[in-house]
């Protein structure tokens, strides 16, 4: 049995570099000349390998939102006899603690602006895709219908989201980590109770 070719162990090298840029770093630190000094290779074997730094890019966010998606997935597996309130709960306190521990990382997932025209990685949408999954999947018996489900589970992820975004960009007045916890558990709550609320009302 083979083992990995040199491509394939070279982008490797240089997807672990990066990740290692952008977590003490972030994003503006990752530069291809840098990139390619670090690796022993050339800038054109980069663009060779990834497209371009902007592909390079796209495959370390990636990584990023698949460890995020292993976290919440443990974080979650340890509710399954929960009620919805404590499964969504956990997943956003779950959040929330990624971002604090990897934040240079997460922040280069929602820093990073596609160029114009350029087409999304189908795995990267995929990893996107999952996120989003573990939201619909606690609230599924609380929302049969398929669009509405989506849709809130996108608006809670955004409003958890926000609340950890603009904290970590010092736009909440430099919250302390306790209260930006209470901030994610108060939205969180809001919801749990409305959509518990709902399907009573419905029952």
């Known amino acids: 049995m083979t083992g990995p070719s040199y491509r394939e162990r070279l982008r490797e090298e240089i997807l672990t570099l990066t ?3 952008l977590a ?3 994003l503006d630190a990752v530069q291809a000349r840098r990139i390619a000094k670090e690796a022993d290779c050339s800038v054109g074997t980069i663009y060779n390998i990834f ?3 902007d592909g390079l890019i796209v495959a ?3 990584r990023t939102l698949a460890a995020l998606g292993r976290s919440l997935s443990a974080a979650l ?3 399954t006899a929960m009620p919805v ?3 969504l709960m956990q997943l956003a306190i779950a959040y929330m603690q990624f971002a604090l521990e990897n934040q240079l990382p997460w922040q280069a997932i929602f820093k990073y602006r596609w160029a114009p025209g350029s087409e999304i990685p189908a795995s990267y949408l995929d990893e996107q895709a999952r996120l989003l ?3 619909e999947g606690v609230i599924d018996r609380l929302i049969p219908q398929a669009e509405h489900r989506a849709k809130t589970a996108r608006a809670l992820f955004g409003a958890v989201h926000g609340i950890v975004a603009l904290a970590l960009d010092n736009r909440l007045g430099g919250r302390l980590r306790q209260e930006i916890e209470d901030q994610v558990r108060f939205i969180v709550d809001i919801v749990a109770r409305g959509l518990t609320q709902t399907e009573t009302a419905g029952a």
């Open 19 to 21: 990740e290692q840029i």
């Open 85 to 87: 309130r404590d499964q």
């Open 133 to 135: 999954a573990l939201i």
């Open 77 to 79: 597996d340890k509710t």
């Open 24 to 26: 003490t770093e972030g």
């Open 60 to 62: 370390a966010n990636g």
């Open 51 to 53: 497209g371009d730094i």
